[in-house]
T-cell receptor
Framework: EDQVTQSPEALRLQEGESSSLNCSYT??????LFWYRQDPGKGPEFLFT???AGEEKEKERLKATLTKKESFLHITAPKPEDSATYLC????????????FGKGTKLTVNP | DADVTQTPRNRITKTGKRIMLECSQT?????MYWYRQDPGLGLQLIYY???????NKGEISDGYSVSRQAQAKFSLSLESAIPNQTALYFC????????????FGDGTRLSIL
């Protein structure tokens, strides 16, 4: 069974304090890994798709990387507006056409 | 205007009632999905549809049914609501093709007393 584990569950940072969120996965052949951002009272908002180990994607202060077992979402010099829950999800070769989501990391950035 | 619109945004109802949640989209996508989100759990897929004539069960379809009325409309029904169906429900859409990202509505918060 495909599994996605995100850590930590919650992370508090000071503005400007860089850090990383982790998404580890156990799947029968990774086809793609997705990162989403979810604000309170809103639906998840798509950020990145990563397809193969070694791939990196960047958007503003966020950079997503992928290895054969996990993905990292690096946040450089975060601002309070980066506060949100970040979700990771995978498509696998063995599963049906569906995304398997992790439980998310709730990030709080204090000014 | 939102690309994926869910109605209602909030609903409180009683055990045993029939509930319908509606989703409409202006993105022109063929694929649509219904998820539920519970505190401390990941999003779980209830049903998905790849076109108007295609409906598939997800991992937690028991107690739910769906209807794809048109390319742009996908509704979720709870025939006889029970308290453990209290959750946040999301509709999502994606384009046809390999590994297309899903785009979500802002959800319906459903409480069943």
């Amino acid at each position: 069974e495909d599994q996605v584990t995100q850590s930590p569950e919650a992370l508090r940072l000071q503005e400007g304090e860089s850090s990383s969120l982790n998404c580890s996965y156990t799947v029968s052949g990774l086809r793609g890994l997705f990162w989403y951002r979810q604000d309170p009272g809103k639906g998840p908002e798509f950020l990145f798709t990563l397809y193969s180990a070694g791939e990196e994607k960047e958007k503003e202060r966020l950079k997503a990387t992928l290895t054969k077992k996990e993905s990292f979402l690096h946040i450089t010099a975060p601002k309070p507006e980066d506060s949100a829950t970040y979700l990771c999800a995978v498509y696998s070769q063995g599963g049906s056409e569906k995304l398997v989501f992790g439980k998310g990391t709730k990030l709080t950035v204090n000014p | 205007d939102a690309d994926v619109t869910q109605t209602p945004r909030n609903r409180i109802t009683k055990t045993g009632k029939r509930i319908m949640l509606e989703c409409s989209q202006t993105k022109g996508h063929d694929r649509m999905y219904w998820y539920r989100q519970d505190p401390g759990l990941g999003l779980q897929l209830i049903y998905y549809s790849f076109d108007v004539k295609d409906i598939n069960k997800g991992e937690i379809s028991d107690g739910y049914s769906v209807s794809r009325q048109a390319q742009a409309k996908f509704s979720l029904s709870l025939e006889s609501a029970i308290p453990n169906q209290t959750a946040l429900y999301f509709c999502a859409t994606s384009a046809t093709g390999v590994l297309q990202p899903q785009h979500f509505g802002d959800g319906t918060r459903l409480s069943i007393l």
